[in-house]
């Protein structure tokens, strides 16, 4: 059985096609955003957010290393904010919420704009378009954002999206779990 990182990315491998376009709202130190790029290959376009400077160099250097820059915009903006989003249909937005591993903990994402975030990536999404969110409710705020993102997720209605909740239910320390939502 998967971790919920990985079987993120395997949801999102099997729904992603070459020359496709595709966010990550949440890059970190990159780890999605170079799955991402090379998961769309040379033809296609990945977008990556982040509020943090840090995370946005980090990034840059992890694309640069697996040789995938090319393909990448990184924005080092919210993912709250609908006017640095690309206009195309997306295939896939994967969020991997919580703080940068490594970074200020204090740092984190927030209920309010992840939900935001979350609209727009549903506006966004192609016909059998996948989004992916990585939760964490261990941390400050953690809780609270997590009931937030699934009060929308359980609001989706039925006829035009699946949406999964994947989490181990027998670990201590707060596991995380994912959500996934496909546009049917
Ligand atoms: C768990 S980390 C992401 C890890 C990343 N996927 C990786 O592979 O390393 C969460 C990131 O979300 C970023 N973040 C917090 N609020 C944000 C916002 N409103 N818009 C975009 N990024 C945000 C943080 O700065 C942090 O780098």
Redesign the pocket.
């Known amino acids: 059985m998967k971790k919920p990182l990985l079987f993120a990315q395997e949801l999102v491998k099997n729904t992603v096609k070459e020359g496709e376009i595709v966010v ?10 170079v799955f991402l790029a090379q998961c769309v290959g040379a033809k296609g376009h990945v977008y990556a ?4 400077k840090e ?1 946005i160099i980090s990034t840059e250097k992890r694309i640069k290393s697996a040789g995938v820059q090319e393909r990448v915009t990184l924005k080092n903006v ?3 904010k609908r006017e640095f989003w690309p206009q195309e249909p997306l295939a896939a937005v994967m969020f ?6 490594g ?1 200020d903990h204090a ?4 209920a309010e ?2 939900v935001a ?1 979350l609209q727009i990536a549903i506006n966004s999404l192609k016909q059998g378009g996948i989004i992916t969110l990585v939760v964490y409710t261990g941390h400050p705020g953690g809780k609270e954002e997590y009931q937030a993102v699934r009060d929308f997720c359980t609001a989706l209605p039925q006829q035009d999206f699946t949406v999964l909740e994947y989490q181990f239910i027998n670990q201590i320390n707060y596991p995380p779990l994912l959500l996934a939502v496909k546009r049917l």
């Open positions: 990550d709202a949440t890059c970190g130190n990159g780890h999605d955003t957010f982040d509020i943090q995370a919210s993912h709250a991997n919420l919580g703080y940068l591993p970074g740092i984190v994402t927030k704009s992840t975030a």
